[in-house]
Every structure is written in structure tokens, then in C-alpha cells.
């Protein structure tokens, strides 16, 4: 993946409201995109027959970008929990998400051995979940190739344990559900 702009490129990704966004925001990926219910399940659902799959690119305590940081209220340089990963259906990438979690209430003995189940499979299952706006973007995800329409973000919370998700939609998910482009 020599051909991917250094991580630190997005640094300053520009995050809007998802209300912000609406103009530019056909109402099919608005569905998507605004949707709040756990998104391996619509992914799943939406992809039958075809299997979904998590795919795990990157998992390890690393530094989150400056635009995490913020979103997160860490101070910048302060580690974190990073994930990375491609939800497949089939052969396909539909979606690129990057996770982030302060390491101060990390239940890290249950997220260390996640592999490739789903982030969002244990999430939903946690009693008290909350879950923070919505900001969308569209930059690039930064630590994957494939491009596509928008991005998006939001902070879970559970207690002291908070995770920011962010989950780019790909052009291949546009392609296989005859999405329109933006
Ligand atoms: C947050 C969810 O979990 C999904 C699974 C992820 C993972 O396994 O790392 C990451 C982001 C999500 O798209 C969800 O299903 O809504």
C-alpha cells in the first residue's frame, strides 16, 4: 500500500453535521449514512446471499490523528486503541472503518480478541450504549485505497469506555446496490 498518502494527511479531515450535509446527500444514502442501528446488520441484511465478512487490516496502541484526538476530547499524542478493518460482501469491501479508543476504560481483555468479528456485533450488546452525532466527510479514509461518496463518525460511550467509529462508504457498495454516487 505504498501508494496511500502518509495517515497524518487527513489530520484535518473536514467533519460536518449530518444535517449539514443533507443538500448534497441523495435520500437513498441518507438512509445509510444517518442510520443509528448497528451496521453489520443492515450490511448483512442488504447483502444477502452474498457472506459479510470483517475483514482485519490493523489492530494495535498506537497515536490517533489530530481530527480523532479532538473528536475523542484526548489530548493530542496520547495513545489509543486503533482498529482498522474492511466489512466485505463476498470478494468486496463495501465499507472501511478505523476505530479509536482512549485507553481509560478500555475493556481491552474483551476488544483484544475481537479478530474479525465485528466491533459493532459486541458493541450493540452492551447494556447502556450511547451514541454521540453523526459527522460525515468526504475525504478519503486515508489507510485504504478504495475511494468512495462519504464518511462518517460518531462517538459510542458506555460508562468510562468511549470508541470513535468512523466507516467510509465505498463506490463497490454504490455499484452492487445501484446506490447513486453521492
Ligand atoms: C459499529 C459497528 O461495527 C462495525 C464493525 C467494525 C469492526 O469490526 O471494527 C467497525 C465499524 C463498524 O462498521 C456497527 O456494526 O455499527
Same mark, same amino acid.
Given at each position: 500500500?505504498? %501508494?496511500?498518502?502518509? &495517515? !497524518?494527511?487527513?489530520?484535518?479531515? @473536514?467533519? #460536518? ?6 443538500? &448534497? ?11 443509528? %442501528? ?9 447483502? &444477502?446471499?452474498?457472506?459479510?465478512? *470483517?475483514? /482485519?487490516? %490493523? ?14 476530547? #484526548? ?16 470478494? @468486496? ?19 483484544? @480478541? /475481537? ?18 452525532? #453523526?459527522? *460525515? ?5 486515508? $489507510? ?10 460518531? *462517538? $459510542?460511550?458506555?460508562?468510562? $469506555?468511549? *470508541? ?6 465505498? !463506490?463497490?457498495? &454504490? ?8
Amino acid at each position: 500500500m505504498s %501508494d496511500l498518502p502518509p &495517515a !497524518d494527511t487527513c489530520a484535518l479531515a @473536514h467533519w #460536518i453535521p449530518l444535517a449539514a450535509s443533507r443538500p &448534497a446527500m441523495s435520500p437513498a444514502w441518507h438512509r445509510w449514512v444517518g442510520s443509528r %442501528d448497528s451496521l453489520t446488520l443492515r450490511l448483512t441484511e442488504a447483502g &444477502a446471499p452474498r457472506p459479510f465478512r *470483517v475483514r /482485519l487490516l %490493523d489492530q494495535r496502541l498506537g497515536t490517533p490523528r489530530r481530527d480523532e484526538a479532538r473528536a475523542l476530547g #484526548i489530548a493530542p499524542g496520547q495513545r489509543a486503541w486503533l482498529r482498522e478493518v474492511a466489512l466485505c460482501l463476498g470478494e @468486496h469491501p463495501w465499507v472501511v472503518a478505523r476505530s479509536v479508543a482512549p485507553l481509560s476504560g478500555l475493556p481491552e481483555h474483551e476488544l483484544a @480478541h /475481537l479478530g474479525e468479528r465485528s466491533l459493532g456485533s459486541w458493541l450493540f450488546r452492551q447494556p447502556g450504549l450511547e451514541r454521540g452525532e #453523526i459527522e *460525515v466527510t468526504s475525504a478519503p479514509a486515508g $489507510f485504504h485505497a478504495a475511494t468512495g461518496p462519504w464518511g462518517r463518525r460518531s *462517538v $459510542f460511550r458506555r460508562g468510562d $469506555f468511549r *470508541v470513535l467509529v468512523q466507516e467510509w462508504f465505498l !463506490d463497490a457498495m &454504490a455499484d452492487d446496490l445501484g446506490l447513486p454516487s453521492r
